[in-house]
């Protein structure tokens, strides 16, 4: 889990070229938590320094790639004080230090539990924290349960951000990559999203939700083959923006034509419906947060649910095995889609919105996004799979059009 928390990172600069900058830059710290000055009332008088990323420090001074600033481990000494139990051992297993988060695994007198900085604001911890307690005390699924503090609260704000315990799954294991086990992956997604329906949030959470995000989605990504089209050509000397170059147009029209099966879909009727009759996407679900334990598979890392329709999930974990497989395999497929509709059967409606994200060049647009941000890396080291993911996208509308046939009235991808 570690390896996957610490993002592509490179001390590099980029060139100053004329190429258009991203549409979102890193916030400041003060960015970063608001401008409520109530977020550090808890740590007030203790301890009023804000939690800052710190992957950078990691880059320049060659640190452990599990370092966590001395700053941030007396935060979470202070942190532990507020819970009924005594601390025997600490160990860092991951970080998000890009965004000023982390997680121990830390050993007390009363068992293991994971102590975890959430890296997001609160008003947004608040929601996935809520929907945690929902699914565990109200649907008993197989998610952590947050351990309170002695004064019966689910987290300590500190920091600028949101600290909370939970309890530690022992003997937790991958399963296996084969068709079988990602069976198991798309049966356990499908449950988690039929228990997260009927989650309300507390009312001090600021409600996550990406259900109206769809056409703004496609539309940014629409937005964005220009602005690679514009890193390519101010960086023509590689050979790697020739590729790129090369599909541009195409995945282009790809985008189009998605964006106007969205707008004749049934989508807007189900946005319209709103939250109360959506469930929650995991947006990070995978090997990683989805393992086996003696019970059966359970979920961690809740940190990014947000309502949605929740079909993007099952979409990104086909996505993820297509390519992982190297090929657009339809019995995969359909075994993914039958394993996942055992536990959380897919209306045609949603079926439809599944068949038009898989659509998208999505495959493509996640390898290359991060060409904006350092094109010399990107295009020296990030290149030699372009062919595959390339190919990948321009293999996949016959069995696009197999699944379509599997239900009447779909989309059509010929």
Same mark, same amino acid.
């Given at each position: 889990?570690?390896?996957?928390?610490?993002?592509?990172?490179?001390?590099?600069?980029?060139?100053?070229?004329?190429?258009?900058?991203?549409?979102?830059?890193?916030?400041?710290?003060?960015?970063?938590?608001?401008?409520?000055?109530?977020?550090?009332?808890?740590?007030?008088?203790?301890?009023?320094?804000?939690?800052?990323?710190?992957?950078?420090?990691?880059?320049?001074?060659?640190?452990?790639?599990?370092?966590? &600033?001395?700053?941030?481990?007396?935060?979470?000494?202070?942190?532990?004080?507020?819970?009924?139990?005594?601390?025997?051992?600490?160990?860092?297993?991951?970080?998000?230090?890009?965004?000023?988060?982390?997680?121990?695994?830390?050993?007390?007198?009363?068992?293991?539990?994971?102590?975890?900085?959430?890296?997001?604001?609160?008003?947004?911890?608040?929601?996935?924290?809520?929907?945690?307690?929902?699914?565990?005390?109200?649907?008993?699924?197989?998610?952590?349960?947050?351990?309170?503090?002695?004064?019966?609260?689910?987290?300590?704000?500190?920091?600028?951000?949101?600290?909370?315990?939970?309890?530690?799954?022992?003997?937790?294991?991958?399963?296996?990559?084969?068709?079988?086990?990602?069976?198991?992956?798309?049966?356990?997604?499908?449950?988690?999203?039929?228990?997260?329906?009927?989650?309300?949030?507390?009312?001090?959470?600021?409600?996550?939700?990406?259900?109206?995000?769809?056409?703004?989605?496609?539309?940014?990504?629409?937005?964005?083959?220009?602005?690679?089209?514009?890193?390519?050509?101010?960086?023509?000397?590689?050979?790697?923006?020739?590729?790129?170059?090369?599909?541009?147009?195409?995945?282009?029209?790809?985008?189009?034509?998605?964006?106007?099966?969205?707008?004749?879909?049934?989508?807007?009727?189900?946005?319209?419906?709103?939250?109360?009759?959506?469930?929650?996407?995991?947006?990070?679900?995978?090997?990683?947060?989805?393992?086996?334990?003696?019970?059966?598979?359970?979920?961690?890392?809740?940190?990014?649910?947000?309502?949605?329709?929740?079909?993007?999930?099952?979409?990104?974990?086909?996505?993820?095995?297509?390519?992982?497989?190297?090929?657009?395999?339809?019995?995969?497929?359909?075994?993914?889609?039958?394993?996942?509709?055992?536990?959380?059967?897919?209306?045609?409606?949603?079926?439809?919105?599944?068949?038009?994200?898989?659509?998208? &060049?999505?495959?493509?647009?996640?390898?290359?996004?991060?060409?904006?941000?350092?094109?010399?890396?990107?295009?020296?080291?990030?290149?030699?799979?372009?062919?595959?993911?390339?190919?990948?996208?321009?293999?996949?509308?016959?069995?696009?059009?197999?699944?379509?046939?599997?239900?009447?009235?779909?989309?059509?991808?010929?």
């Amino acid at each position: 889990m570690a390896d996957k928390l610490q993002n592509n990172r490179s001390n590099k600069k980029p060139e100053n070229r004329s190429v258009p900058k991203p549409e979102h830059q890193a916030p400041t710290s003060t960015q970063a938590v608001g401008n409520n000055s109530s977020l550090n009332q808890s740590a007030g008088k203790n301890n009023p320094q804000l939690i800052k990323p710190w992957a950078q420090e990691i880059i320049e001074n060659n640190l452990d790639p599990l370092y966590v &600033p001395d700053y941030i481990k007396e935060m979470a000494k202070e942190v532990v004080k507020s819970y009924d139990f005594e601390v025997q051992q600490w160990t860092v297993m991951a970080l998000k230090d890009e965004q000023g988060g982390a997680i121990w695994k830390i050993d007390t007198n009363k068992g293991p539990f994971s102590l975890k900085i959430l890296h997001r604001r609160p008003m947004k911890s608040k929601f996935s924290l809520g929907a945690q307690n929902y699914l565990v005390k109200e649907k008993k699924a197989r998610v952590p349960a947050i351990v309170q503090t002695k004064d019966g609260e689910d987290y300590v704000e500190m920091g600028g951000k949101l600290w909370f315990v939970a309890k530690w799954i022992e003997d937790l294991r991958e399963v296996a990559e084969d068709l079988e086990g990602t069976k198991k992956l798309c049966y356990a997604l499908g449950e988690f999203h039929k228990l997260s329906r009927g989650y309300k949030p507390p009312a001090d959470a600021e409600i996550q939700t990406r259900l109206h995000r769809w056409p703004r989605t496609y539309e940014r990504v629409e937005l964005k083959m220009e602005w690679f089209r514009n890193v390519a050509n101010a960086y023509d000397e590689y050979s790697g923006s020739q590729t790129i170059l090369s599909v541009l147009d195409t995945f282009e029209k790809h985008v189009q034509e998605a964006r106007a099966r969205l707008n004749n879909s049934s989508y807007h009727e189900i946005a319209a419906r709103g939250i109360e009759d959506a469930a929650l996407v995991h947006q990070d679900y995978g090997w990683s947060n989805a393992q086996m334990g003696d019970e059966g598979m359970w979920i961690i890392d809740l940190d990014g649910v947000a309502f949605d329709i929740p079909i993007r999930d099952l979409r990104k974990l086909i996505e993820e095995r297509i390519h992982a497989l190297g090929e657009w395999d339809i019995n995969w497929i359909r075994e993914m889609i039958t394993a996942y509709e055992q536990a959380h059967p897919i209306t045609d409606e949603t079926y439809e919105m599944l068949l038009i994200d898989l659509s998208m &060049p999505n495959l493509f647009y996640k390898h290359v996004k991060d060409i904006i941000y350092d094109p010399p890396t990107f295009l020296t080291t990030e290149v030699d799979e372009l062919p595959t993911v390339i190919e990948l996208e321009e293999k996949k509308w016959p069995v696009l059009q197999e699944l379509a046939s599997d239900r009447k009235g779909g989309p059509t991808f010929k």
